[in-house]
């Protein structure tokens, strides 16, 4: 006992902090491959895709020790005023954001543009765990709804980029953690009740603020014969990236749908394909193996964190990494429909990449502090 | 501990249990993305694998080099040249508008058909022919201004020459991109669009042979369609080359002996059917129209009252005037209705049905017997004994001769003219025919139209005393892939069975008729020609016998002359006819007679065989084009 708590406050590395680090490197190389062998037979001068994304990297390490060196209780202590400078940034963006593609997610900081979107289901996390720590969890309006109004105005202005992407990313850390904190089961039953009566409203809102091009990625998934040549495309040629890479894949730059860019955004959102056309099956379950192990490590984390604000935390973060990487997945293999959310620690990005770099340190924060209590 | 944080220990321990249901839902999940996984990759693996080997490549066409096309002695008639198409990709335009206004000015494209060509349907990604047949100097411009004009790229195509020029134009024909209609058509199941095939002329007829193979050649391309790099290339095979019984020198002969005149001059050699020379005039133009023609040139063509794209050899039905009493004399000598003895008075008109069928010649021949009827052209014994024969037995010869058919020679769109009947006018007119209409027929006159090919081949057949041979046009044809010569045989035709005095009798009037009579002008000092002239009206029946200069150029008669030499050993048969200028013996025979006689002077020069002709064949493009793909 006292050796661990020696070594967590030495900040030398114990055997479950080596395999964190290492699960992280490995899936962050990965990503770098895939990146490099999609980007590096495009035609332009400039710094190299992969380049950049090694330098996103390089920021991100340092989010991640600056997350790991403050003790969580003071980062959790700035929680709302980082969540007041996410509403201001995600106004920012609407306002003097740059647009790319009928959204508005951007802004341009000197050479870079910053997401904030990326930033904000992290800050939700935070702002959550921290609620729920300080809040009596006594009764549904506590525990609910109150929760999701502080949730709401985030939601509201990331869906009016748009970003469904994100903006269902960030609405499903609100779900996970209200599961987290524990619904009774008769809450839970006026909250579906409600939520069943609200539907049609809410339905209205929400594919009424849809753009076309996503409401017709939603019906392409509902029928995939809904045009087979023009918004089902992309699907289709995510699927066809991963199908034939079969078992052992088409090799490094041997991936001719990335690499002849019939797959798009191949070097994003899509890098899961280019990886698994180029490493096929085998290489999928490796790249999964090392995904679900980074996300068993930090339940493992959750489960042994010492008090609530750390599992709530750990619980929401897990949340956040889950449900990119099954969405994200899900989506390059056909079973969602497509919704723009990155591959965390894989997709180029510099702001998902710094995000979910904050993110792990934050989590591996949890973990070495577990201990100092009982000192 | 605090209380609290008894309370806050539990409330931990109850949420960090819930946890573990997080441990079996990611377990659960990474499960089934697994599953899915494999389903896509190993399951499915094949079929996805088929589909991105389809995305990544496409089959380019490589078109074959056609086959050249030589006359009898190894002249080339046909080849195929270096030519350069301007291509325009329009994913890769970025402005439209300046893209065609640097083409105007560069190579002077008209900006209507160019503007035209860019809006019609078709992929963005692929490129399409804008113009063909830059100049070099066109082609290094566009390049040199590469970088200004994305988008626009010049290949270097095969392009089909007649170095003739307009020389047996008709006969050769063109070539084109094969239309939608036709690509329907089982002879052309193999093409796609784009591809070259003949048109007209030989090039049509025999099209299966010199069109060759087209290749494929597998190419990688990007999302964008671009070609990345090639992966496989199956080779075209090139067409075959063709040999035609056509001679160059009596073909140019005979074309430059219409001169602007219309009309058609043919000359067959009566042992083998073979063509020798074809000429019909106006001619258009076969390179031009093997290349691609703005609308306004194609319609300038078409609505041109002479007709250019008319064979007038094979296409021109024209009523036969006196030609036609050979018919009539062989079917008077054949029923026994004109005999060695039959005479006739001839007093310049023929009353029957309360008017005069007049004969050309005013004052009347006086006694004629059926020699000196068919020497004089004497109109009055022909009416005779046409009305003797009656319409349908004179039909009935007609096509025994032929007419009325088609000849089989290998052009396409042979017309086969008019032998009218009885049972032709009913059907065809639903009216009764007319006694006086067989006056007129027995002159050749009437409704009776024939082709000057049609012609030809009843002077074959005189001359052959019934034995004939289909015409023939292609005598070999030498394939590309082995080298083998394949000598085409010539076809007899059915023997046409008269009695050997009928066709005495015809060869001995046939040589009166030069010799002694009407064709005068068609008497040689090299060769005795036989022949018969012909003047078909081109109204009804005349009553003013005006001097032809008299009458507008476009009303005139049309000059016939049938002819074969020599007489007494009949080697050619040739049929010369000039639309609107009178009278045959004077416009038609002298034609005859120079086509005939460069043909005996032709004679000593035995024609090369088509092999050795193959030694003989060196045109530097052709050689060089065949390389290219071989």
């Given amino acids: ?375 | 501990m605090s209380a609290r944080g008894g309370t806050q220990h539990d409330e931990l321990r109850e949420l960090q249990q819930r946890l573990i249901l997080f441990k079996v839902s990611l377990l659960l999940v990474v499960g089934l993305l697994t599953l899915r996984l494999w389903y896509l990759q190993i399951s499915e693996g094949g079929y996805y694998q088929d589909l991105s080997e389809n995305n990544r490549t496409r089959a380019v066409v490589l078109e074959p080099v056609r086959g050249l096309i030589y006359d009898r002695n190894g002249v080339l008639l046909a080849n195929n040249v270096p030519s350069f198409g301007l291509y325009v990709t329009l994913e890769d335009v970025k402005d439209r508008k300046a893209l065609l206004e640097s083409l105007v000015t560069l190579v002077g494209l008209d900006e209507a058909t160019v503007r035209k060509k860019l809006s019609e349907r078709g992929s963005k990604l692929l490129p399409r022919k804008v113009k063909d047949g830059l100049t070099l100097r066109e082609a290094a411009l566009i390049e040199s201004h590469r970088l200004d004009l994305p988008g626009v790229t010049v290949l270097a195509e095969s392009q089909r020459n007649y170095p003739g020029g307009l020389t047996a134009a008709h006969l050769l024909g063109y070539v084109g991109e094969v239309s939608s209609d036709q690509l329907e058509r089982s002879e052309y199941a193999e093409l796609h669009l784009g591809s070259i095939i003949g048109q007209y002329g030989v090039e049509k007829t025999y099209d299966r042979f010199l069109r060759g193979r087209a290749g494929q050649k597998t190419v990688e391309v990007d999302a964008m369609g671009h070609e990345k790099r090639t992966v496989e290339v199956g080779k075209p095979s090139a067409g075959d080359d063709l040999y035609l019984t056509i001679d160059a020198r009596l073909q140019t002969l005979a074309e430059q002996l219409l001169g602007d005149e219309f009309g058609a001059i043919i000359a067959i050699e009566t042992a083998t059917g073979d063509v020798l020379a074809m000429a019909s005039r106006p001619v258009f133009d076969p390179n031009m129209l093997s290349r691609e023609l703005t609308p306004k040139q194609w319609d300038k063509i078409v609505q041109d009252e002479g007709h250019p794209l008319t064979n007038r050899a094979t296409q021109g039905q024209y009523p036969p005037g006196s030609t036609f009493k050979i018919v009539v004399a062989a079917a008077g000598l054949e029923t026994g209705v004109v005999s060695t003895t039959t005479r006739v008075r001839c007093t310049g008109g023929y009353p029957f049905g309360g008017r005069v069928y007049r004969d050309w010649k005013a004052q009347g021949h006086g006694v004629m017997d059926v020699v000196d009827a068919i020497v004089d052209s004497c109109d009055v014994f022909f009416y005779t004994i046409g009305q003797r024969l009656g319409i349908d037995t004179m039909a009935e010869f007609a096509d025994r001769f032929g007419l009325g058919h088609e000849t089989g020679v290998e052009l396409p769109s042979e017309r086969t003219g008019i032998v009218p009947s009885t049972a032709w006018k009913t059907k065809a007119r639903n009216e009764i025919w007319m006694p006086g209409e067989t006056i007129s027929a027995a002159i050749g006159q009437g409704y009776t139209t024939v082709t000057p090919m049609q012609m030809t081949m009843v002077m074959a057949t005189v001359a052959g005393s019934g034995e004939s041979f289909r015409p023939r046009i292609v005598r070999a044809i030498k394939e590309r892939a082995t080298g083998q010569v394949l000598d085409l045989p010539s076809v007899p035709r059915p023997k046409l069975a008269l009695k050997p005095e009928t066709y005495e009798l015809l060869h001995e009037s046939l040589a009166g008729v030069v010799s002694r009579g009407t064709a005068g002008r068609a008497r040689s000092t090299l060769v005795q020609i036989a022949g018969k002239t012909g003047t078909a009206q081109t109204a009804a029946l005349k009553d003013d016998r005006k001097k032809d200069k008299d009458i507008p150029k476009k009303l005139r008669d049309h000059a016939w002359f049938v002819s074969y030499a020599p007489a007494d050993e009949p080697k050619i048969a040739v049929v010369v006819l000039v639309e609107n200028m009178g009278h045959g013996g004077s416009w038609a025979a002298p034609l005859a007679k120079q086509v005939i006689e460069a043909y005996i002077k032709l004679k000593p020069a035995e024609p090369v065989t088509a092999d050795a002709a193959v030694e003989r064949e060196s045109p530097p493009m052709a050689v060089a084009m065949r390389d290219a793909h071989d």
């Avoid at chain 1, 991640?64 to 007041?84: E, G, P, T």
């Avoid at chain 1, 740059?98 to 904030?116: D, E, L």
């Avoid at chain 1, 549904?140 to 985030?154: C, E, F, K, T, Y």
């Avoid at chain 1, 620690?345 to 100092?372: D, E, F, P, Q, W």
Wanted: glycine share 10%; with cysteine; proline share 4%.
């Fill in chain 1, 1 to 375: 006992m006292i050796d661990r708590v020696l070594d967590s406050r030495s900040l030398t590395l114990d055997h479950f902090d080596w395999r964190f680090l290492g699960l992280i490197a490995a899936i962050l190389s990965l990503g770098v491959l895939s990146i490099y062998s999609v980007t590096s037979t495009l035609p332009g001068g400039g710094t190299p895709v992969y380049m950049k994304q090694l330098a996103w990297i390089a920021i991100g390490c340092a989010a991640f020790v600056a997350m790991l060196a403050v003790d969580y209780h003071k980062i959790s202590r700035l929680a709302y005023i980082l969540y007041a400078l996410l509403l201001v940034l995600l106004v920012v963006v609407l306002v003097a954001g740059k647009t790319s593609r009928g959204a508005q997610r951007w802004i341009p900081i000197g050479p870079f543009v910053f997401q904030p979107s990326e930033f904000a289901k992290l800050v939700l996390v935070l702002t959550l765990a921290t609620y729920y720590t300080k809040s009596p969890r006594q009764g549904w309006m506590q525990r609910v709804v109150l929760p999701g109004l502080i949730m709401l105005p985030g939601l509201l202005l990331i869906l009016k980029q748009p970003d469904l992407g994100s903006g269902l990313s960030y609405l499903s850390i609100y779900v996970s953690m209200l599961l987290v904190v524990g619904m009774r089961s008769k809450a839970m039953g006026t909250l579906m009740l409600f939520a069943v009566m609200l539907f049609p409203f809410a339905w209205e809102i929400v594919w009424g603020s849809l753009h076309d091009y996503q409401r017709e990625r939603i019906m392409t998934f509902v029928d995939p014969a809904y045009d087979t040549g023009g918004k089902g495309y992309h699907g289709l040629q995510s699927r066809i990236a991963i199908g034939s890479g079969e078992l052992l894949g088409k090799g490094l730059y041997g991936g001719t749908q990335s690499q002849l860019k019939f797959l798009p955004e191949s070097h994003t959102d899509f890098v899961f394909a280019v990886f698994a056309e180029e490493w096929g099956f085998l290489g999928v379950l490796v790249l999964l193996g090392l995904f679900a192990g980074l996300i068993w490590l930090s339940l493992e984390i959750a489960l042994k964190a010492k008090d609530m604000l750390g599992a709530l935390l750990a619980a929401g973060l897990i949340a956040m990494l889950a449900f990119c990487l099954v969405i994200n997945v899900g989506m390059t293999a056909g079973l969602f429909p497509i919704v723009g959310i990155p591959l965390p620690l894989m997709s180029y990005g510099g702001s998902s990449t710094v995000a979910t770099m904050a993110a792990l340190g934050l989590l591996l924060n949890i973990k070495r502090r577990r201990l100092t209590l009982f000192y």
